[in-house]
């Protein structure tokens, strides 16, 4: 049996901040919570600051890391920026993604993010010849979280098409199974690891034939699996579904089964409102992703109406412009403060929860985002002494987690039980900038 001992100078437990909590651990999991204790007793690892639960971040395509910094020249839409991220995967190979994907997670680990969804498409070989493992692809992201120090929800993704009745065209050969059967047969070989779940995911309406739609979500159900699938982010692929189908994305995943309250459409970005009702209505939850939103110029999706109509929410940071869940949270305020020209659409408690105990959910760890007993013993401690979060008295809340700090103020990342980043640093790999800058090179 392993222990560890945290003491926190100040934590968030869901509803206030609480200073002087220690936190007891065992095999991984939060033994016992105490408040009331001034100083670390003999024994105890202090994380001095604020600590929260371990960040989930429930949408990420790692190998888009490669992309920062270059995508964002001149101008463009999404499928300009499209065609430069086909170009990357181009280059992937199990050995590459495993090296960009270790250092990624790492990246994540050093912004106090504790579990990641990976939405996973790049499965075979170029030209789509499966690998001698037909999962070497999914493998080497499960080895890279690992080594990393995280979980992962592995969400492994059917991509069939180029478009409504469209082949795959030259770049999607190596993300496609040929159909849903053969997609679910491949999948039924991965197995679940302590650091590791399979989810299942759609890749979008347009590139899963309507009537393969079903067998996806069978799949996830048999094995009561998270569901996510990218929902309605550009207009154009609701223009063609309605072209197709003679009804909106939402809909179609409403008629084959797809809604529930283990899915999660990411984005959802442009809906109707009879859309909005059949989400909330269904207990579907939604992932934003709000800095690649406005990266791509895709849009404002309708957060706070989808979670009044019964929709949970998570955050994402998809194509890792950056990777900040703190960001992730403010950025969801802030945008709809823009779109009505009022404040106060969530409370930073609100926000916070999207970022943990939501997020986890969505990426079926409900044991996950919490500081209690029982819950895993990821922690996520945020510096009361930087530049950015200097000043505000802690005992007020999570505010100063959600609207001042970013992922720079993480000084210290705990994973069931054990420190993964300590004082700023990873302990697990000990240069993640030039394991990254290395990564990346590799792909050019």
């Avoid at 001095?48 to 190998?63: D, E, I, M, V, W």
């Avoid at 659409?345 to 985002?369: K, S």
């Avoid at 945020?382 to 505000?392: K, Q, Y």
Wanted: hydrophobic fraction near 40%; glycine fraction near 10%; proline fraction near 5%.
């Amino acid at each position: 049996m392993t222990r560890a001992t945290y003491w926190l100078e100040h934590a968030w437990l869901g509803d206030r901040v609480e200073p002087g909590v220690l936190v007891e651990t065992r095999d991984g999991r939060i033994g016992a919570v105490r408040t009331g204790t001034p100083v670390p007793p003999p024994g105890a690892e202090a994380l001095r600051g604020l600590t929260l639960p371990g960040l989930a971040n429930a949408h990420s395509h790692a190998f888009h890391r490669a992309l920062r910094g270059t995508v964002q020249v001149g101008s463009g839409t999404f499928w300009t920026w499209r065609e430069v991220m086909y170009s990357v995967a181009d280059r992937l190979n199990p050995d590459t993604y495993h090296a960009l994907a270790r250092a990624v997670y790492a990246e994540m680990a050093l912004a106090g993010i504790t579990c990641v969804g990976e939405f996973h498409y790049v499965h075979h070989a170029r030209g789509g010849t499966p690998y001698a493992d037909p999962n070497a692809m999914g493998e080497a992201l499960i080895a890279a979280a690992a080594e990393a120090g995280i979980r992962i929800t592995l969400l492994d993704t059917c991509y069939l098409a180029a478009g409504f009745d469209q082949a795959p065209n030259t770049h999607q050969l190596r993300f496609s199974d040929g159909s849903a059967a053969a997609w679910a047969e491949r999948c039924a070989v991965l197995k679940e690891r302590d650091h590791a779940r399979i989810g299942a995911a759609i890749h979008s309406v347009r590139a899963v034939p309507a009537d393969q739609l079903a067998t996806v979500a069978r799949w996830a159900e048999e094995r009561r699996a998270p569901l996510h699938v990218h929902l309605s982010e550009q207009t154009a692929e609701n223009d063609a579904c309605l072209a197709a189908h003679g009804r909106t994305p939402t809909r179609l995943l409403a008629d084959h089964g797809v809604l529930g309250p283990r899915t999660t459409g990411v984005h959802s970005t442009h809906l109707t409102e009879e859309d909005i009702a059949l989400l909330g209505g269904s207990r579907t939850g939604t992932c934003m992703c709000p800095t690649t939103e406005r990266d791509l110029a895709d849009g404002i999706g309708p957060a706070v109406a989808l979670q009044r109509a019964g929709s949970p929410l998570s955050l994402g940071s998809d194509s890792h412009a950056v990777i900040d869940l703190l960001e992730e949270a403010r950025a969801m305020e802030l945008n709809e403060r823009l779109r009505t020209r009022t404040r106060g659409h969530w409370t930073a408690a609100g926000l916070l929860r999207a970022a943990t105990a939501d997020g986890h959910a969505a990426l079926g760890w409900d044991e996950g985002g919490r500081i209690e007993p029982g819950a895993l013993a990821d922690l996520t401690t945020i510096a009361l002494d930087s530049v950015r979060t200097a000043g505000p008295e802690p005992r007020l809340g999570a505010e100063t987690a959600v609207f001042a700090a970013g992922a720079a103020d993480v000084r210290h990342t705990v994973v069931g039980g054990r420190q993964v980043v300590r004082d700023g640093a990873h302990t697990l790999v000990p240069d993640v900038p030039r394991a990254l800058a290395a990564a990346v090179e590799a792909l050019r």
